[in-house]
């Protein structure tokens, strides 16, 4: 198990960038995957950019070359760098880490694209 926390969440206006990161309370090479989902009011979660602990990323579809998944091990951390903003980003963002018989979830952080 993982105890997981978010931050970096805000106003921000179209166009612009935010930074969220995630950090563990273990070290994240033990972690499967890390995983940066969303859930907008009235939607499903979508998954928005995975890192696996192999350094294997993927995104989704909407997310596609605005976002970028990292992380420094050192300090446990997963970053999501988030550039071109636009309103339909606006969603609380989660923080899920999966390993050998467990996934667990942060408690989330609210982005808000508005102008």
């Known amino acids: 198990q993982v105890q997981l926390v978010e931050s970096g969440g805000g106003l921000v206006q179209p166009g612009g960038s935010l930074r969220l990161s995630c950090a563990a309370s273990?070290?994240?090479?033990?972690?499967?995957?890390m995983t940066w989902y969303r859930q907008a009011p009235g939607k499903q979660r979508e998954l928005v950019a995975v890192?696996?602990?192999?350094?294997?990323?993927n995104y989704g579809d909407s997310v596609q070359g605005r976002f970028t998944i990292s992380r420094d091990n050192d300090k446990n951390t997963v970053y999501l760098q988030m550039n071109r903003l636009k309103f339909e980003d606006t969603a609380v963002y989660y923080c899920?880490?999966?390993?050998?018989?467990?996934?667990?979830w942060g408690q989330g952080t609210q982005v808000t694209v508005s102008s």
């Open positions: 890192i696996t602990n192999g350094g294997t990323t």
């Open positions: 273990r070290s994240l090479v033990s972690i499967i995957a």
């Open positions: 899920n880490a999966r390993g050998p018989g467990y996934t667990n």
